[in-house]
């Protein structure tokens, strides 16, 4: 797999319109690389760094699994690295003005909008002072070889979450996502029917954006276990129940851990406050504005919690679903 997955990536660009595609997912039409179901859109990024994006040692790159706690997760890092310069009980903080997503940028995604600009031929984030920190929702095994490859510097933060949860969030904001896209395209016309059904046999199929999910978790646990200096691998429901604990460890890891005088000084406690659900979505930046996707920024914050497909999905469902994560996963280690 990890042979196939490579070679394909080596020159994919001339690889897509031969790739495998799945419709009927949505938003995107989805193209499978490697093993993984990537959104076609996404694919020339995809190739585009790895021909020309240039590490560097202290980069950090936050990866996930999409609805998994991508947004938290660049909000605590953001906080956490840039807390001398903007201390997190600032009023004007950049994160009470603006999206986290505008405060850390996806990896692959400037370099997808770049293709087809006059930019094409450029490493977008050469100019981005040190340290970077840069967001992903790439699977381990389709990452740069110059990003992974021992001794290349640079870390990676992982964020995985209970697979029906994920699937349930993203079920939802994809609804939402449609709902405020036919509103804008077409006022009257309502957006195409997605039955949560039909979302489900595909998720648990291994189609869904970044899918499948069980495997894009593996794929950064095993390393984790392999290189814990290079993969830091945390889980959504772990930060829900000790958040400062979280951002202690986020904070070692990244390199700047807290000083005893800064935990005195509360200053986990406001980095963990600043960057809580009811403070992202209340903040000026969440309440309007959308991403370079056209997303509602807001859109990325709704309940939080851990357990909520317990209200959207049959006990049978997610028998059904555990039964072929566990399956998937048998003789790894790894549980959810
Ligand atoms: P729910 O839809 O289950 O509420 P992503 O950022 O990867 O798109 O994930 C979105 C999920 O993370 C949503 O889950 C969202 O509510 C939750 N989330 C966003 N910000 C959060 C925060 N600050 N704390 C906890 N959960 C958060």
Request: hydrophobic share 40%.
């Amino acid at each position: 797999f990890l042979k196939a997955a490579m070679a394909a990536s080596a020159g994919i660009a001339e690889l897509i319109p031969s790739l495998p595609i799945e419709t009927r997912c949505q938003p995107f039409h989805l193209r499978q690389l490697g093993g993984f179901w990537l959104p076609e859109m996404i694919l020339p990024g995809v190739a585009a760094v790895h021909a020309r994006f240039e590490p560097r040692p202290d980069d950090v790159f936050l990866a996930s699994f999409p609805k998994s706690g991508t947004t938290w997760l660049k909000a605590l890092a953001f906080a956490t690295l840039n807390r001398d310069q903007h201390p997190p009980s600032d009023a004007g903080h950049p994160l009470r003005l603006r999206s986290p997503h505008d405060c850390v940028s996806f990896f692959e995604l400037p370099f997808a909008l770049a293709e087809g600009s006059g930019r094409a031929r450029e490493d977008v984030f050469e100019a981005f002072p040190s340290p970077r920190v840069l967001a992903t929702h790439l699977p381990y095994h389709l990452l740069p070889e110059r990003v992974v490859a021992e001794g290349s510097g640079g870390r990676i933060v992982y964020v995985c979450r209970d697979p029906k949860d994920a699937f349930v969030s993203g079920w939802l904001f994809t609804k939402k996502k449609m709902a405020a896209d036919a509103a804008k395209g077409n006022a009257g016309v309502p957006p195409p029917p997605y039955p949560l059904e039909q979302a489900f046999e595909l998720f648990c199929d291994g189609r869904s954006v970044g899918g499948p999910q069980w495997l894009h978790v593996l794929g950064y646990w095993e390393e984790s276990r392999r290189r814990p200096d290079k993969v830091l691998f945390l889980r959504y429901e772990d930060m829900l129940r000790d958040p400062a604990g979280n951002v202690n460890k986020l904070a070692e890891f990244m390199g700047c851990p807290f000083s005893g005088e800064e935990e005195a000084a509360g200053v986990v406690d406001a980095v963990v406050e600043l960057c809580s659900l009811d403070s992202l979505k209340g903040s000026k930046g969440n309440r309007s504005g959308t991403t370079k996707l056209n997303i509602e920024n807001g859109s990325f914050f709704r309940k939080g919690a851990a357990g909520d497909w317990r209200n959207h999905l049959t006990p049978e469902m997610a028998a059904r679903l555990d039964e072929i994560v566990d399956g998937a996963l048998q003789g790894s280690g790894f549980t959810f």
